[in-house]
């Protein structure tokens, strides 16, 4: 009979410890990560996602978590020469998203200065595979270069997501 109680009991403790090391390893940092680029720019992401190299073409900030269905990228472009160009590569930016999404909804839109620079923030959602998406986006006015930065996640996790997104988006520093 003490061999059935020895039994359960270590089947009981080592269900235990498991259960411990599961929560443990589950545990992101909160420190977030950094991405300096050469000459250009840093901007930081959450420790939870990691590096990836599929998301956008041009970007040169890629990091993903597919188990959240979390996505940010960043990068930079030339400046025209147009006064007007900013606004107009706005718009064409998200114009070009929105081709590929269906339902497209620009849920706000605002300006204001970020880190000394002017900043033009678009919240969308639209609809990909069934799937309600939300993109955060934000368009900085550099001294000699336009800086983009997106995230984006289902929008049925919003209140899971968007805070780490929109404080990514927004930690973007002109060097």
């Known amino acids: 009979m003490s061999f059935n109680i020895n039994t359960m009991n270590l089947k009981l403790y080592t269900i235990t410890m498991l259960s411990i090391l599961g929560m443990v390893a589950c545990k992101y940092s909160d420190k ?3 991405f300096t680029s050469a000459h250009d720019f840093s901007v930081e992401y959450p420790p939870y996602l990691q590096k990836s190299n599929n998301l956008h073409p041009s970007a ?3 990091a993903k978590n ?3 269905d979390i996505y940010f990228v960043a990068g930079l472009y030339d400046k025209g020469t147009d006064s007007n160009a900013f606004n107009t590569f706005c718009d064409t930016t998200i114009q070009n998203l929105e081709k590929f999404i ?3 909804l620009i849920e706000k839109d605002s300006s204001f200065t970020l880190n000394n620079l002017p900043v033009r923030e ?3 959602t639209g ?3 069934e799937k309600r998406i939300l ?3 934000n368009f900085y006015n550099g001294r000699d270069k336009y800086y983009q930065t997106c995230g984006w996640f289902f929008r049925s996790k919003r209140n899971l997501w968007e805070n780490d997104i929109k404080k990514s988006c927004r930690s973007l ?3």
Request: aromatic content about 12%; hydrophobic content about 40%.
């Open 66 to 68: 597919d188990y959240r």
């Open 32 to 34: 977030y990560k950094k």
């Open 173 to 175: 520093i002109e060097l």
């Open 135 to 137: 993109y955060v986006i």
């Open 122 to 124: 678009i919240l969308l």
């Open 127 to 129: 609809t990909i595979e």
């Open 102 to 104: 269906r339902e497209p």
């Open 60 to 62: 040169l900030v890629q």
